[in-house]
């Protein structure tokens, strides 16, 4: 069951979120509703949240197949903190 929730945000977070919300197609409502269930969701639970954007981008590189991401990743890590 839904229910209503009141919050007090700042004006200029509040139009941001409102044209983030708009340009992936979903509400602010979705939104916090994701973001409040990723928050409390424990380890056990293997449902995962997948945004509008995060689902448009899925598919736009492809990488080899022997690619290690950890070894690039720390790699990247490594020369951005020198």
Same mark, same amino acid.
């Given at each position: ?20 919300? %708009?340009?992936n ?34 598919g ?7 690619f290690?991401?950890k ?7 490594? %020369?951005?903190?020198?």
């Amino acid at each position: 069951m839904d229910k209503k929730l009141t919050l007090s945000l700042n004006q200029k977070i509040i139009e941001k979120a409102k044209e983030f919300a %708009k340009s992936n197609n979903t509400s602010l409502s979705k939104m916090i509703e994701a973001y409040f269930k990723s928050l409390t969701s424990t380890e056990n639970e293997s449902e995962l949240i997948t945004t509008p954007l995060v689902k448009s981008l899925t598919g736009v590189i492809e990488l080899p197949e022997d690619f290690d991401y950890k070894s690039s990743r720390s790699n990247y890590l490594l %020369k951005k903190h020198k």
